[in-house]
């Protein structure tokens, strides 16, 4: 998981494998209210030791290591204004 810069939503990759965005209630007992799933990150994203993803300092973009084999270029993929698909999905 991953907290956001301003320590009121927290990121995490469910048992789906789907990035999903829990909202934080601040105060004395750790609460969590909404969840919402962004994104698959099923082609993106492989368990491991080490952190595989990072938030952007202004929670609107993610940062994802994608392992490939070897003989296939790196490439980095990046999710922008995913917030902003989900309101206008959430609209209809």
Do not use: H
Not at 32 to 38: D, E, F, W
Not at 39 to 68: C, H, K, W
């Amino acid at each position: 998981p991953a907290w956001s810069r301003n320590g009121r939503e927290l990121f995490y990759i469910s048992g789906k494998g789907e990035m999903v965005s829990a909202d934080i209630t601040p105060g004395a007992a750790f609460g969590v209210g909404r969840q919402r799933t962004l994104f698959s990150v099923n082609q993106l994203y492989r368990p491991a030791a080490i952190p595989m993803f990072s938030v952007a300092p202004d929670g609107q973009r993610f940062l994802m290591v994608r392992e490939t084999a070897s003989s296939q270029q790196s490439e980095i993929v990046l999710a922008e204004n995913w917030l902003q698909t989900i309101e206008r999905q959430a609209a209809k």
